[in-house]
């Protein structure tokens, strides 16, 4: 009997020693364990966070682009009003010159206009019947002198010759039209089929365009 007692001590002996090493490892593999679900769930974490700041930071980018381009179109819509303002200031101005003044600029723009003094002109009916003839007066009276004085340089022979070869295109012989149309101010230069907008609402557009196209450019550079 003392022989079986001292085999299965020695079986218990062996199979606590061996249980707690398993026991051992096992806490070892479960600290292993542990530690890497540790590392790769702090890897997860960081490459979630890494993810979320770059999104964070591609958001901000796109939200900064976009407010600096609403930024310029706001300036851009303020510029444009701006001119607006001031060009329609300028064309009221223009329309509402005293009269003496308003007939010798509209005497300037016919005599840089005409090219055979032979054109007629068409005035807005307000225009035509307030200052009409004495635009038409003044510009004959205009051509007629600067055709005078080149004249008198000449000799007799050359003046003669020139009135020969110029007796199609007689100066001053500028001519009122019955016609009206609806303009604000300036008028409408008519030889023959070619028509020369001289109206002041058509002139100012032109200027206002050139320099809203400086101002966008110059506005879209920057």
Do not use: W
């Amino acid at each position: 009997m003392e022989g079986i007692e001292k085999i299965t001590a020695k079986i218990t002996q062996d199979a606590q020693a061996e249980i707690q090493q398993l026991m051992a490892e096992t806490g070892q593999k479960a600290e292993a364990i542990r530690e890497n679900a540790q590392a790769q769930a702090q890897q997860e974490a960081n490459e979630i966070v890494e993810k979320g700041r770059m999104a964070a930071s591609e958001r901000l980018e796109r939200l900064s682009s976009a407010a600096q381009m609403e930024r310029r179109k706001l300036e851009l819509a303020a510029k444009q009003e701006v001119l607006g303002e001031a060009f329609a200031l300028a064309l009221e101005k223009l329309c509402t010159l005293p009269e003496k003044e308003y007939i010798s600029l509209l005497t300037k723009l016919v005599l840089e206009a005409s090219t055979s003094g032979r054109e007629k002109l068409i005035f807005s009916q307000k225009d035509r019947n307030k200052v009409g003839k004495q635009v038409v007066m003044a510009a004959n009276e205009a051509l007629a002198k600067g055709r005078a004085s080149g004249e008198t340089a000449k000799s007799k022979v050359g003046s003669f010759l020139d009135k020969v070869v110029h007796s199609t295109a007689s100066s001053g012989m500028l001519t009122l039209a019955e016609e009206t149309r609806d303009i604000r101010g300036g008028f409408i230069m008519v030889d023959g089929d070619v028509e020369i907008n001289c109206a002041f609402e058509t002139l100012v557009r032109l200027q206002r365009e050139k320099l809203e196209k400086t101002v966008a450019d110059a506005l879209f550079q920057s």
